[in-house]
């Protein structure tokens, strides 16, 4: 018996020996979860996301890598850390069998003097038992006007050649300042940086794709690209004025568009001339005892496309707000509210209102309300609310109102819609009841630059061509 159990631990030692020792074969088997890593634009001087991959030890031997290393050496604009060492060369790393390893990768473009963005390479050279493997590294760079808590003063304009970055505690327009910003702009800013305009803010955006001015946050890599809430948004203060945004993107913001206070002349305080502002977490426009004054835009998908309160005087005109529940935001409010006061406590202010709304939509699906739009009144002061040849989503009709020419509860058969891909397209399909049911109201053209007929435009801020 003796003997047999002095060879049972001879042979238990031998495979535990086996399971410790390196396999040294040029056949070893390695694996990589990717071949490349692709990082989305990275402006000058700042960071990127961090991204990762694996690297898989799929024998029943331990392996060692006799180096995992930057192509680029010292000089390359990636950085590399292979389990917990920093790179850009790592030599020597024991796996253990059947186990695995992480290799962390980011990268910070240095300035240039490139005006276009530009692609930066390298690859990472894994080295085993004479083996080599490779995994690609792309990005693309991108220099900027880096501007840090800037106050712009006197009148500043901004054209195209680069895009502006904006970080710090704010961008903020002086009271007696105008920044005004040519077609083709891209302003990025950064998640605790609003823009704060005390003076005018000038817009001249034109409807094509690469003239329209941009506002959005400044993490491009996936997934944060796309998330709501990305920066906070555009506040015009008490004495700003006569602001005009024509064919600008508000995207991703916490509140895209806030207006504040009364006009301090007879023009309105914000004009929004063909603008998108869409994915905003809290509110897409909001008004307290303001003046906004709107055409042919598309509030989507905020968590309050339009939201009006403490009064003031507004007039939407071929204007589309429309929600849909997806993966970032719950629809769970109605696309528009209108109130005419403020709660602060126990205590409720109110203010004059007079808001008009002409040949727009107001639209929502896969949410938790049945109203799409909301009225509410306090107190005795005017409350003047006017919808006309609109189409809206409604159980309970809006009380304290003028409405003329409805259409109710008819879905407006927008051209596509797909929450799980995020690809929205508002214009309107053949059969649509907002074909031809708009009242003229002086809006020649639509959110794309197209004419409109004198006659029966379309509702919304697109024209069925």
């Given at each position: 018996?003796?003997?047999?159990?002095?060879?049972?631990?001879?042979?238990?030692?031998?495979?535990?020996?086996?399971?410790?020792?390196?396999?040294?074969?040029?056949?070893?088997?390695?694996?990589?979860?990717?071949?490349?890593?692709?990082f989305?634009?990275?402006?000058?001087?700042?960071?990127?996301?961090t991204?990762?991959?694996?690297?898989?030890?799929?024998?029943?031997?331990?392996?060692?890598?006799?180096?995992?290393?930057?192509?680029?050496?010292?000089?390359?604009?990636?950085?590399?850390?292979?389990?917990?060492?920093?790179?850009?060369?790592?030599?020597?790393?024991?796996?253990?069998?059947?186990?695995?390893?992480?290799?962390?990768?980011?990268?910070?473009?240095?300035?240039?003097?490139?005006?276009?963005?530009?692609?930066?390479?390298?690859?990472?050279?894994?080295?085993?038992?004479?083996n080599?493997?490779?995994?690609?590294?792309?990005?693309?760079?991108?220099?900027?006007?880096?501007?840090?808590?800037?106050?712009?003063?006197?009148?500043?304009?901004?054209?195209n050649?680069?895009?502006?970055?904006?970080?710090?505690?704010?961008?903020?327009?002086?009271?007696?300042?105008?920044?005004?910003?040519?077609?083709?702009?891209?302003?990025?800013?950064h998640?605790?940086?609003?823009?704060?305009?005390?003076?005018?803010?000038?817009?001249?955006?034109?409807?094509?794709?690469?003239?329209?001015?941009?506002?959005k946050?400044?993490?491009?890599?996936?997934?944060?690209?796309?998330?709501?809430?990305?920066w906070?948004?555009?506040?015009?203060?008490?004495?700003?004025?006569d602001?005009?945004?024509?064919?600008?993107?508000?995207?991703?913001?916490?509140?895209?568009?806030?207006?504040?206070?009364?006009?301090?002349?007879?023009?309105?305080?914000?004009?929004?001339?063909?603008?998108?502002?869409?994915?905003?977490?809290?509110?897409?426009?909001?008004?307290?005892?303001?003046?906004?004054?709107?055409?042919?835009?598309?509030?989507?998908?905020?968590?309050?496309?339009?939201?009006?309160?403490?009064?003031?005087?507004?007039?939407?005109?071929?204007?589309?707000?429309?929600?849909?529940?997806?993966?970032?935001?719950?629809?769970?409010?109605?696309?528009?509210?209108?109130?005419?006061?403020?709660?602060?406590?126990?205590?409720?202010?109110?203010?004059?209102?007079?808001?008009?709304?002409?040949?727009?939509?107001?639209?929502?699906?896969?949410?938790?309300?049945?109203?799409?739009?909301?009225?509410?009144?306090?107190?005795?002061?005017?409350?003047?609310?006017?919808?006309?040849?609109?189409?809206?989503?409604?159980?309970?009709?809006?009380?304290?109102v003028?409405?003329?020419?409805?259409?109710?509860?008819?879905?407006?058969?927008?051209?596509?819609?797909?929450?799980?891909?995020?690809?929205?397209?508002?214009?309107?399909?053949?059969?649509?009841?907002?074909?031809?049911?708009?009242?003229?109201?002086?809006?020649?053209?639509?959110?794309?630059?197209?004419?409109?007929?004198?006659?029966?435009?379309?509702?919304?801020?697109?024209?069925k061509?």
């Open positions: 018996m003796k003997y047999l159990f002095a060879a049972l631990l001879l042979t238990g030692m031998l495979i535990s020996c086996k399971k410790e020792s390196f396999i040294t074969s040029g056949t070893a088997s390695l694996a990589t979860s990717t071949d490349s890593l692709h989305d634009t990275v402006f000058t001087t700042t960071g990127s996301v991204k990762f991959f694996r690297i898989y030890n799929d024998n029943n031997q331990k392996l060692r890598l006799n180096r995992v290393a930057l192509q680029g050496g010292n000089a390359s604009f990636f950085n590399i850390n292979v389990d917990g060492t920093q790179g850009p060369e790592v030599t020597n790393i024991e796996m253990d069998a059947n186990d695995s390893i992480y290799v962390f990768v980011t990268v910070k473009v240095d300035p240039t003097t490139a005006e276009l963005p530009f692609v930066i390479q390298d690859s990472i050279l894994i080295e085993y038992n004479g080599e493997r490779w995994v690609q590294l792309d990005a693309w760079g991108q220099n900027a006007n880096f501007m840090r808590s800037r106050v712009i003063t006197g009148n500043v304009t901004w054209t050649i680069i895009p502006y970055v904006i970080t710090g505690d704010y961008l903020y327009i002086d009271r007696n300042a105008t920044l005004t910003i040519e077609k083709g702009c891209r302003i990025y800013l998640a605790n940086t609003p823009i704060i305009v005390e003076g005018t803010l000038k817009v001249n955006g034109e409807q094509y794709d690469s003239t329209r001015v941009i506002f946050g400044d993490r491009l890599d996936d997934p944060y690209r796309d998330f709501p809430g990305g906070p948004g555009i506040y015009f203060g008490k004495n700003s004025k602001n005009v945004l024509q064919y600008a993107s508000i995207l991703n913001a916490y509140q895209g568009i806030v207006a504040d206070s009364l006009s301090v002349n007879s023009n309105p305080k914000v004009l929004l001339n063909e603008c998108i502002v869409d994915n905003c977490y809290d509110a897409g426009i909001l008004g307290l005892r303001s003046a906004i004054k709107a055409q042919n835009c598309l509030i989507s998908n905020c968590g309050k496309n339009i939201l009006i309160g403490y009064g003031g005087t507004y007039d939407f005109s071929h204007c589309t707000a429309v929600s849909y529940s997806n993966s970032y935001l719950l629809h769970k409010d109605p696309v528009l509210i209108v109130t005419n006061y403020l709660k602060e406590g126990n205590n409720i202010f109110t203010w004059n209102l007079n808001a008009s709304f002409t040949n727009c939509i107001f639209w929502g699906e896969n949410g938790t309300t049945e109203d799409e739009v909301m009225t509410d009144k306090q107190g005795n002061t005017p409350f003047n609310v006017n919808f006309q040849n609109c189409l809206w989503k409604v159980k309970n009709t809006p009380g304290f003028n409405a003329s020419n409805i259409i109710n509860n008819q879905p407006p058969l927008f051209d596509s819609v797909n929450t799980q891909s995020k690809f929205y397209n508002f214009r309107l399909l053949d059969g649509s009841p907002a074909i031809n049911s708009g009242t003229n109201t002086g809006v020649n053209i639509d959110l794309d630059g197209r004419s409109r007929p004198v006659g029966l435009p379309d509702l919304g801020c697109y024209e061509q």
